[in-house]
């Protein structure tokens, strides 16, 4: 019972407490690479509080799933989050799923938030709706390639069974096909959690927004609740990056002691580092049009066949 | 039950109700009793035909029963094995829920018009079991072409409408070449044993020449291939589901086509041991094509129901997929592997007709209460329909592949095929594998983005006709036969680890494996591919820890403040005020990025025609037209149309109208036959 409990719970809590400080970090960097103050790292969390505190307006055409998208999206994520390596290599719920349920999860997140969106009958939920999906369809195969990469360099989708492998061997980000399989999902990265090129997370203009449009009408705790959901997901994909191919410092079990904190401490150092990284990216970079996104997509999609290829060229 | 009764036994009692169900029906017109025995009979039929195949199943037995006909090279002869009886299973789970549902969603029909929905529904479900049960050549000929000529009667069940008619004669057409080739598939398979019967074509394949072999699974193929619907043979799919009655349609999408299915296992598997590796890389090519046509077609689909029918052909490509994994992986000598993916496609045929019953019914109840197949003239019916939404919502869910439900499990295990499949070859085309990995995520991830089209504009936000504004639920018992379904995606879904060990007998039989105690953990929570290090996957636990967290958002952000203020207000809009249906998003607009991103393959056209009297800034009308190229029509079937026409013409010219002119043909031909036969 123990055996599993402490993980879990100290997994749970790790996550709900770092997702909004990543989010927060990422935008103090932005704001300072544009030579900004910033609202400081711990912003999200004031605004999380502050909307939890406030009243919600629910519109009168939306239905019951309206409510509902939320906490789907909320727990989904949630649930994702315990089925990957974080601190340790042991993912606490790792026989619940692997890479594969991880992905799905978000799928059914993103499925019920979509449909919250076309719920309240305003034309920006259901152009939010469709451009999410449409976008999310289109990383989709560049995303499964690259895991496929992965997963066939190590004989499983068990990301527990990954970690492990990747601790075992020597460090091997510079195989080609490891390289591209990272440059494949990081641009899968930046489109599934709407960042610039690809969506723009600080946009309120109508025409422009992605998220932001589909969740236009939630306030108060049910917006709280997608922001959170929606941090937790760019956390989980950005610790699948990390850990896939940085695995550095990570603890192999869960045994109490110093060397769970040297672990937090390595993985809070490579989630800054990613996090520059995306913010460089955002800062350089002007947001496409929407169809030319598909192209930047593609470029994913040939990236993760080179990492394929290249496992079968370069097979060790 | 099995103890009591043999599963054959069983097998007869269904078949005996399917008989009486038709009988009764030819009194439907009578009165109230030949209702209720019409579709009694039937429902009675589905439980007794759950029974049988479960308990051939769970024994893993073959069972053979018939009569000679005294007719010379035909038999009457049955034979439940492990494959046929997941296929009646499939059939048995779905007709029961149809037959509840009939019982409703026919209620309102005259006598003359129920007496023959309901006789040729009978024949057809009787014609079903029969297909998935014959061992006999002529015999499985017959009720295949009894099965095509029910379904042929059912959907041009509204024929005094134009579109139903072709549809109606366009299925019987493509039925009927596809039956051509399977009677020359199935001669030369008889030529080649000596007997008619399925049992002598044991691994008979594997005794032909080679060039003969490749040429009889490719007929085999073709001609199950036009049944199940994949593509380019698949046109008659989306013409003739949709003008059905609906329940029809749900026993249709759900389980006519994978008599298709059935075919190609019972001849890749059974009749032919190992096929070469072109044949399994056709099959793969042909699944991953079906599957993500499929899917892009359905997307551009605004008739609720030609939608679901595209479905059905990227379904079955998915477990084309599967199939075609398989026959690699036999080709190349790894049964283990090519078990694991003969149960992701079964599987997933198992799925398939569930959820896509489930959804055809739900469309059904749609129709019946909104009178109407456009999705852009439904919306807002979560509220008069609320549980025809929420059987929609799951059917959706599942055909999406989300978790937890049963689309989930059989994609996961189709994954972990295609994963293996790397390593189970040097050859170059393993690379293959991973590709149609990818392309699946793709066509999973479109159908999520389709099904959420699907439901939220036909379910969610404002009415956008009258009719779907006074929409009424479907009635009790249309609702319990959607619920029976709904039940069963979520025991598929949640129950993988006890469904799985049921396909260990047709694994036993097709490749002489058993994978299920490789598949599922020791403590019976997880599904596992292939070893202690592979990939696990658990719905029941994903769905248990769901609803256990379940708490926690709502602690942390409902429970903070009690008395946070939750009004309910008009819809924000971006301050925009008074928002009718006429601001919703529309299904075509929904589509739209995809219709660019895809152009290549859609080819739209639009048109745009504004009427304005002072300015053109201020329009009076507009009328918009967009549509897409028919692609497979245009290219390929027009061009042979053309042809079979021109030689038609050219061939009038022996058929004069002159009755001596026959005369002489038959005598010729007579002639002709009596010398060929005396010389043998």
């Not at chain 1, 599993?4 to 996550?15: G, H, N, V």
């Not at chain 2, 009194?27 to 195949?53: E, K, V, Y």
């Not at chain 2, 956008?464 to 069963?488: I, P, T």
Request: proline content about 4%; glycine content about 10%; aromatic content about 10%.
């Amino acid at each position: 019972m123990t055996a599993w409990l402490f993980p879990a719970l100290t997994q749970m809590a790790l996550i709900m407490a770092i997702a909004p400080l990543t989010g927060g970090v990422m935008k103090t960097l932005k704001a300072r690479l544009q030579t900004r103050r910033g609202p400081g790292v711990l912003q999200p969390y004031r605004d999380l509080y502050k909307l939890v505190r406030k009243g919600m307006v629910r519109p009168d055409t939306a239905s019951w799933l309206f409510p509902a998208a939320p906490y789907v999206l909320f727990l989904s994520a949630l649930l994702a989050g315990l089925m990957i390596p974080m601190v340790a290599a042991d993912a606490p719920l790792s026989l619940f799923g692997g890479v594969l349920a991880v992905v799905y999860l978000l799928g059914l997140g993103r499925f019920f938030l979509a449909l919250g969106g076309l719920d309240t009958g305003s034309s920006f939920g259901g152009l939010g709706s469709s451009r999410e999906m449409t976008i999310s369809a289109l990383a989709e195969p560049a995303m499964m390639l690259a895991i496929f990469t992965v997963a066939i360099g190590v004989g499983s989708t068990n990301l527990s069974v990954v970690a492990h492998t990747a601790l075992g061997q020597s460090w091997r980000f510079f195989a080609p096909s490891q390289m591209l399989a990272f440059a494949a999902l990081l641009i899968v990265l930046i489109a599934e959690t709407g960042r610039i090129p690809v969506d723009n997370p600080a946009t309120h203009l109508e025409l422009t927004m992605i998220h932001e449009a589909m969740i236009l009408e939630y306030s108060g705790p049910y917006l709280a609740l997608i922001e959170w959901g929606a941090w937790i997901k760019q956390l989980i994909l950005m610790t699948l990056l990390v850990n896939t191919f940085f695995p550095f410092g990570l603890s192999p079990g869960w045994a109490v002691g110093s060397g769970l904190l040297v672990s937090l401490a390595w993985y809070l150092l490579k989630l800054l580092l990613l996090s520059g990284v995306i913010v460089v990216i955002e800062t350089t970079n002007a947001k496409m049009r929407l169809f030319r996104v598909p192209e930047l997509l593609s470029v994913a999609f040939v990236l993760g066949a080179l990492a394929l290829v290249s496992t079968f060229l370069f097979a060790a | 039950m099995g103890a009591l009764l043999t599963s054959i036994q069983l097998l007869y009692g269904a078949l005996a109700a399917y008989g009486c169900g038709a009988a009764a029906s030819l009194l439907a017109t009578r009165g109230q009793w030949g209702r209720l025995g019409s579709l009694g009979f039937p429902l009675c039929g589905a439980l007794l035909g759950i029974a049988a195949s479960l308990s051939s199943l769970l024994q893993g037995s073959v069972h053979i029963a018939g009569a000679a006909s005294g007719i010379p090279l035909l038999d009457y002869t049955l034979r439940l094995d492990p494959l046929s009886a997941l296929f009646c299973l499939a059939l048995s789970i779905l007709a029961c829920a149809i037959s509840i549902y009939s019982f409703g969603y026919m209620a309102d029909l005259e006598p003359r018009k129920f007496a023959i929905l309901a006789f040729f529904y009978n024949v057809l479900l009787l014609s079903l079991t029969l297909v998935f049960t014959a061992s006999n050549v002529f015999f499985f000929l017959i009720v295949w072409e009894v099965m095509a000529g029910s379904a042929y009667c059912l959907v041009s069940f509204d024929h005094h409408k134009e579109e139903t008619r072709q549809a109606g004669i366009l299925f019987l057409l493509m039925s009927h070449a596809g039956t051509a080739l399977l009677l020359v598939g199935f001669l030369a398979l008889a030529t080649a044993t000596g007997s008619l019967d399925f049992a002598a074509f044991h691994h008979a394949g594997a005794r032909l020449p080679e060039l003969q072999g490749s040429a009889l699974l490719l007929l085999f193929l073709i001609g199950f291939g036009v049944k199940a619907g994949i593509i380019p043979v698949h046109i008659w799919l989306p013409a003739a589901h949709p003008v059905a009655p609906s329940n029809i349609s749900a026993l249709m999408s759900g389980i006519l086509i994978k008599t298709g299915i059935y075919g190609i296992v019972r001849v890749f598997f059974d009749f032919f041991d190992v096929v070469p590796v072109w044949t399994g890389t056709l099959v793969l090519v042909v699944g991953v094509t079906s599957a993500l046509l499929g899917v892009l077609y359905a997307l551009m689909e605004h008739d609720l129901k030609r939608l679901l029918a595209y479905h059905s052909i990227e379904n079955i490509g998915i477990i084309l997929i599967g199939l075609g994994s398989a026959l690699l992986f036999q080709a190349f000598g790894h049964p283990n592997l090519a078990a694991l993916a003969l149960v992701a496609a079964l599987y997933h045929t198992l799925n398939h007709a569930l959820f896509k019953g489930l959804l055809f019914l739900g469309a059904g109840s749609v129709l019946h209460r909104a009178h109407t197949r456009n999705m852009e003239e439904m919306g807002g019916l979560i509220r008069c329909m609320p549980f025809t939404a929420f059987a929609f919502l799951i059917g959706a869910v599942a055909i999406s592949g989300l978790p937890p439900l049963n689309g989930f499990v059989s994609e996961w295990l189709t994954y972990q095929a295609l994963l293996a499949g790397f390593g189970a070859t040097s050859s170059l085309v393993r690379v293959m594998f991973p590709v149609t990995g990818a392309l699946l995520a793709l066509t999973a991830a479109l159908a999520a983005a389709c099904f959420v089209k699907a439901f939220g504009i036909a379910f969610l936000a404002l009415p956008r006709s009258r009719e779907a504004a006074e929409a009424r639920e479907a009635s009790g018992s249309m609702r319990a036969g959607m619920g029976v379904l709904v039940a069963a995606c979520f025991a598929l879904g949640l129950g993988a680890t006890w469904i799985v060990p049921l396909f260990d007998a047709i694994t036993q039989q097709a490749l002489g494996v058993r994978v299920s105690s490789a598949l599922i953990t020791a403590d019976g929570w997880s599904l596992i591919a292939g070893g202690a290090r592979a990939g696990a996957v658990s719905t029941a636990a994903m769905a248990a820890a769901l609803v256990l967290l379940a708490p926690i958002p709502a602690l942390l952000a409902l429970g903070w403040r009690r008395s946070a203020a939750r009004t309910v207000g008009p819809t924000w809009d971006c301050g925009l005020p008074g928002l009718t249906a006429a601001n919703e998003y529309t299904a075509t607009a929904f589509s739209k990025p995809l219709r660019m991103v895809f152009s290549a393959l859609y080819q739209p056209r639009r048109e745009i025609q504004a009427d304005f009297e002072v300015s053109p800034y201020y329009p009076t009308a507009i009328r918009f037209e967009s549509e897409i190229q028919p692609t497979f029509e245009k290219r390929f079937y027009d061009p042979l149309l053309a042809g079979i026409l021109r030689v038609a013409a050219r061939m009038r010219a022996i058929q004069a109208g002159s009755v001596h002119a026959y005369l002489a043909y038959i005598f010729v031909a007579l002639i002709l036959l009596l010398l060929f036969g005396v010389r043998a």
